[in-house]
């Protein structure tokens, strides 16, 4: 069965710093690896995604991930956070055909003034 | 264009009783799935339709339960409720099911307190 793991419950980080979101993977094949971003009773809002192509992809609000097939990793990054950044964070795999996806348990994301 | 819209937003109920939740997809997309949101559990498929069919469905009881109708929109419905349904609920669309440009988009889920 796909599944993702989120091995950190809350990632702290500096405004200004660089921020990492860790997620590793196990599926089946390919996959279709998602990011998803979570504010205080909201719905999810859609990152980024890898379908396939390039290892480094670009998403919204200055996110990037990166897969790595070796590790079955696709850590989010954002080279310089910000406090608005402040949320929850959702790594998602789906199988190819349909739309269910696999949920991380998420991390809660703070970032210090 | 709107969104995914989910109707009510909050809603209680007490035991034992049944809920029905609605879902508008966006406009063309016509594959909907629902999404249950616990803090202990965390985000849990329940079901997806397409076509007004039940494509996929997760690991849970008979009393929950959907429907999609000819325009896409979808309802969910829990019935005979436990304290332990109190949850966000996410409707997510998209075009059809497994498209090529694969994201999901979420509504902004209702929230169900069962006392």
């Known amino acids: 069965a796909q599944s993702v793991a989120q091995p950190e419950d809350q990632v702290n980080v500096a405004e200004g710093n660089p921020l990492t979101v860790k997620c590793t993977y196990s599926v089946s094949g390919n996959p279709y690896l998602f990011w998803y971003v979570q504010y205080p009773n909201r719905g999810l809002q859609f990152l980024l995604k890898y379908i396939t192509g390039d290892n480094l992809v670009k998403g919204s609000y200055g996110f990037e991930a990166e897969f790595n097939k070796s590790q079955t990793s696709f850590h989010l990054k954002k080279p310089s956070a910000l406090v608005s950044d402040s949320a929850l964070y959702f790594c998602a795999v789906r199988d190819r055909g349909n739309n269910r996806l696999a949920f991380g348990k998420g991390n809660q994301v703070v970032v210090i003034p | 264009k709107a969104g995914v819209t989910q109707t009510p937003r909050y809603l209680i109920k007490t035991r034992g009783q049944q809920v029905t939740l609605s879902c508008s997809p966006i406009?063309?997309?016509?594959?909907v799935s629902w999404y249950q949101q616990t803090p202990g559990q965390g985000l849990q498929f329940l079901f997806e339709y397409f076509s007004e069919t039940q494509r996929n469905k997760g690991n849970f009881p008979g009393r929950f339960s959907g429907r999609q109708f000819s325009n896409s929109r979808s309802e969910m419905n829990v019935s005979t409720l436990e304290l332990g349904d109190s949850a966000l609920y996410l409707c997510a669309s998209s075009l059809v099911p497994g498209d090529n440009t694969g994201e999901l988009f979420f509504g902004e889920g209702s929230r169900l307190t069962v006392l």
């Open positions: 406009s063309g997309h016509r594959s």
